[in-house]
């Protein structure tokens, strides 16, 4: 199975790193990255050949993962599907538009491919989804030390300075659809848990800054006629990017394996 990669970032070395050492029985075919000078880096330390998003989608691949942004996955998704390649999505948040998602899925019906999209940092997923028709309410609350929420959007309009954040703080209550706007690098598991669930704009969602903390946090908290389920994952922060859990790359990872495997397990 032959794979292309858009995002040389984090997630995307854990993916690398798994098909050069044999964890995953994939080819790399080739790899592309807003910063040339950084693609050509990595595909030369992967073995595999740098090339333009133009390019990678002239190629014969079986699949695209795009490790990359959401303003990345809003231009490659949909190409990639045009060209009826499937596509595994990192960056979720972006399908809690609705246009977004409903085109996506339009394309790849009609081209008869795929959209994969990995659990990431949160457990759970799977009950919610079993759970779908008879859920109530869904909640997210994710706590994280305040460094790994700097720099998100919402920053520039509150008042609140992380820096002088003691105690456990509540940043952000909202909506799902709202919180993977104001923190596009943060959150993307609310839209993932949106999708299975009850929506982007019924998901509740809340983010907490503690700085007493070293894990990022995420806590499912889902009720309805089936009865309830809670889960909890105290999540080690990638060393490349405190902004992201380093299970989240094992998810991607996992969900590869799934693709290129013949036995299937959960829901």
């Known amino acids: 199975m032959k794979i292309g990669l858009v995002g040389c970032g984090s997630v995307g070395s854990e993916i690398a790193r798994s098909i050069k050492s044999g964890k995953l029985r994939l080819r790399l075919a080739c790899v592309c990255d807003?910063?040339?000078?950084?693609?050509?880096?990595?595909?030369?330390?992967?073995?595999?050949?740098?090339?333009?998003?133009?390019?990678?989608?002239?190629?014969?691949?079986?699949?695209?993962v795009e490790a990359a942004?959401?303003?990345?996955?809003?231009e490659c998704v949909p190409a990639a599907l045009a060209k009826g390649k499937s596509v595994m999505m990192m960056s979720t948040g972006a399908l809690v538009d609705k246009a977004l998602l409903s085109?996506?899925?339009s394309i790849a019906a009609k081209k008869g491919?795929?959209?994969?999209?990995?659990?990431?940092?949160?457990?759970?997923?799977?009950?919610?989804k079993s759970a779908d028709g008879e859920l109530s309410r869904v909640t997210l609350r994710t706590t994280k030390p305040p460094s790994s929420l700097s720099g998100a959007p919402f920053f520039k309009k509150s008042k609140i300075r992380l820096e002088k954040i003691r105690k456990p703080t509540l940043i952000y209550d909202g909506s799902a659809a709202e919180a993977v706007k104001l923190f596009p690098f943060n959150v993307n598991v609310a839209a993932s848990l949106s999708l299975v669930g009850v929506g982007a704009k019924k998901t509740h969602v809340q983010i907490m800054a503690d700085p007493n903390i070293k894990a990022n946090i995420h806590e499912i908290s889902?009720?309805?006629?089936?009865g309830k389920i809670k889960t909890r994952a105290e999540n080690v922060p990638s060393p490349q990017n405190p902004k992201t859990s380093h299970l989240a790359a094992l998810s991607a990872i996992a969900l590869l394996r799934r693709i290129s495997e013949p036995l299937q397990v959960g829901t």
């Open 222 to 226: 889902a009720e309805g006629s089936f």
């Open 34 to 64: 807003i910063d040339s000078q950084r693609a050509a880096s990595f595909a030369e330390k992967y073995s595999t050949r740098a090339v333009t998003f133009r390019k990678m989608l002239s190629l014969p691949l079986d699949l695209i």
């Open 69 to 74: 942004s959401p303003s990345a996955a809003l």
């Open 103 to 105: 085109k996506i899925c």
């Open 113 to 128: 491919c795929k959209i994969h999209i990995p659990s990431g940092a949160i457990v759970g997923l799977d009950g919610v």
